[in-house]
Structure formats: C-alpha cells, structure tokens
C-alpha cells in the first residue's frame, strides 16, 4: 500500500505500507508485513502473521500471539 488512507486496512495478504493509515493496521493470521510508513492508530498482529516495523505507530501494537520486529518508533 502506498500513498494515504483515512481509514483502517486489514491485510490479508504479504506486504508493505509506504504510506500513511489513518486508523490501524490489521495483519491477519498468516500474513507477513512490513510497515514503513506511518500508522495513526495501532497494529494489531493476529496468531501466526509477522510484522516487521520500521516506521512509525502512533497507537499501540497489540500482539495476538504473531512475532513483532519493531525497529522504528512506537508512541503509544
């Protein structure tokens, strides 16, 4: 995903947000991401999906049982 969203995304499929999420970040169950940009709201990792973060969450990461790399900036 590039560019900006108002909303929420969940992803349902591998991939990279480069650009900016109004709401959270959903990664689902299986699913590997990696975020580079900047989230408004939280990421929420569900069982068995990876997120890699090298940008910028400015809500929470809640981890449903999935792995987390966080190399950027978690503000909430």
Do not use: C, F, Q, Y
Request: without cysteine; glycine residues 22%.
């Amino acid at each position: 995903m590039r560019g900006m969203l108002a909303g929420s995304l969940e992803m349902t499929s591998d991939g990279t947000v480069r650009g900016m999420v109004g709401g959270d970040v959903i990664v689902a169950p299986g699913v590997h991401a990696t975020i580079k940009g900047m989230v408004a709201g939280d990421v929420i990792v569900e069982r068995g999906a990876s997120v890699r973060i090298s940008g910028m969450v400015s809500g929470r990461v809640v981890n449903l049982g999935g792995a987390v790399e966080v190399r950027g900036m978690v503000a909430g």
